[in-house]
């Protein structure tokens, strides 16, 4: 992490935050008056991204698929600033197009779990106590529409079904943060022109802005749930 000093303020904590959706997300939060942490594997590149925003944003050293990343992360924030206001799930990997559910992979259907899921999960676990302390956390892991089982096909399985756990693990984990000030909820951005998601897209910014909808909900909002743009999706 960078050596800036912290300011008053709400704190959010990005995963996969150097590009994309994530950093986006970082974009706009800053925007609002967050200190935003970049989580990132490449603290050199994180950093480079973090000076490209303004506001109070720096990165943080955090490989989601990394065992003991997320505890060590939780670790620094604490000291640094004592709790956590919004926590967002974003890193994802292996958006799996062109494979077969029948011809798997397994070393990238394991790759896809351990940061989809495994990484999330973690970084839920690690920094729960952080976003209780806040007295308003806000969790909110970013999904896909690709993992509701209302409409899902035979495109991706390991996106798929890594994502449908992600949704899965979203309502226990609400169910158990209930009446803490914690809301937690899944955020499906769309299809958006990024690496991952390829050209062709709605702009980074709109898929970003429901994500932040989730992140800065009034604590009356809903808890446990699953949206695109504020908008209820089916499991």
């Excluded at 935003?36 to 303004?54: M, N, S, T």
């Amino acid at each position: 992490m960078t050596g800036k000093t912290a300011r008053s303020g709400k704190v959010a904590l990005v995963t996969g935050a150097n590009r994309g959706i994530g950093l986006e997300t970082g974009r706009q939060l800053a925007k609002l008056g967050f200190a935003v942490l970049l989580g990132v594997r490449d603290l050199a590149k994180g950093e480079a991204a973090a000076k490209g925003l303004d506001g109070h944003v720096e990165a943080i050293q955090f490989d989601v698929a990394a065992p003991d990343a997320a505890s060590q992360a939780a670790t620094e924030v604490q000291r640094r600033f004592g709790r956590l206001d919004v926590l967002i799930n974003n890193a994802a990997i292996h958006y799996d197009t062109g494979a077969r559910a029948l011809r798997p992979d397994w070393t990238v259907i394991r790759e896809a779990f351990e940061t989809n899921v495994f990484g999330a999960w973690r970084a839920a676990s690690a920094f729960a106590p952080l976003l209780k302390a806040s007295g308003h956390g806000r969790l909110v892991n970013v999904s896909s529409e690709g993992g509701s089982l209302t409409s899902m096909g035979a495109r991706a399985p390991a996106y798929s079904t890594s994502k449908a756990t992600l949704n899965a693990l979203t309502c226990v984990l609400a169910a158990e943060l209930r009446g803490t000030g914690v809301l937690v909820n899944a955020v499906c951005p769309g299809w958006v022109a990024t690496d991952m998601g390829g050209p062709g897209g709605r702009p980074v910014a709109q898929g970003a802005a429901g994500i932040v909808w989730a992140a800065t909900l009034p604590d009356d909002g809903p808890t446990g749930g699953f949206f695109r743009d504020g908008k209820r999706l089916p499991w």
